[in-house]
């Protein structure tokens, strides 16, 4: 193979590549999300099914701890408008934190 043709781009299917299992995994992930479109066309219905989905999955409010200890999962909401989830980890601040931030689009239909 010339040294030209390995630097071409190839683009690859996912679906050509993808086992069953694979396969499966990311449809049920898309019904899932298809569900929550379903529901979330708001912004604060959209906050509301992301805290519900929290709590379901073990994330507490903020607002019922005393103290924080490594491993716990807490959320909090402002207005039905913003949230914020977190799991605290077992290094101090001053080593830094993984964030990952996301906001809603919502279109207006005014």
Known sequence: ?????RLKYSRKNVWE?????????????????K?????AKTERSCVRQIVNTALANG???????????PGDKVCISAKEKVVALAIIGRQGLENGISLIGSHTDVPSWT
């Open 1 to 5: 193979m010339a040294k030209t043709d």
């Open 17 to 33: 590549h993808a086992g069953e299992g694979r396969v499966q995994e990311m449809m049920a992930f898309a019904e899932d999300y």
């Open 35 to 39: 569900s929550f479109l379903a529901y």
């Open 59 to 69: 994330f507490v409010p903020i607002e019922q701890c005393q103290t924080l200890r």
